[in-house]
């Protein structure tokens, strides 16, 4: 729907005039009293004509954008890649997690080995020296 002067003002209308006068306020493009004035003046509009007249003269603001990083731009773009990279994520955890684990096993084989042996050896070798 165009927004036309003539069509009724509502409250949140006004307060995004009041915003937008406060902010130019704080930048130094109006002085205090004209401050006061310019806000008396949307408070009592009752069209957007009304509120367009209060603001007139000051700058327009630029809608905020949201800066996006290459990647995320790629994947709101491509939903399948977005779907391929995620499972190529997964997968890769789940061969980190099983490399991790058959390299704890082969740490614990080694460890056995350099200590020479499990306990049941041990035991068998005390076993046999008291048998004798």
Same mark, same amino acid.
Not at 1 to 20: F, G, H, N, Q, W
Not at 95 to 120: D, E, P, Q, Y
């Given at each position: 729907?165009? /927004? @036309? *002067? $003539?069509?009724?003002? *509502? !409250?949140? !209308? /006004?307060?995004? #005039?009041?915003?937008?006068l406060r902010k130019a306020c704080a =930048? ?5 009293? =004209?401050? =006061? ?6 408070? %009592?509009?009752e069209t957007y004509g009304d509120l367009?007249?209060?603001?007139? !003269?000051?700058?327009? =603001?630029?809608?905020? @954008?949201?800066?996006? $990083? %290459? /990647? @995320? %731009? ?13 499972a190529v994520g997964a997968i890769a ?15 614990? #084989?080694?460890?056995? &080995?350099?200590?020479?042996? $499990? ?9 046999? %020296?008291? &048998?004798?």
């Open positions: 729907m165009a /927004r @036309t *002067s $003539s069509l009724r003002a *509502s !409250d949140a !209308d /006004r307060d995004k #005039v009041l915003d937008r =930048e130094g493009r109006i002085v205090a009293h =004209e401050l =006061e004035d310019r806000i008396a003046r949307a408070l %009592r509009a367009d007249a209060v603001v007139a !003269d000051l700058p327009r =603001e630029k809608a905020a @954008t949201k800066q996006r $990083s %290459r /990647r @995320t %731009r790629l994947v709101l773009r491509y939903p399948l890649l977005g779907a391929v990279l995620l955890v789940a061969v980190l997690a099983a490399v991790a684990f058959v390299v704890g096993g082969l740490f614990i #084989v080694l460890a056995m &080995v350099i200590r020479g042996g $499990s306990r049941g050896r041990r035991y068998r070798h005390y076993r046999y %020296r008291y &048998v004798r």
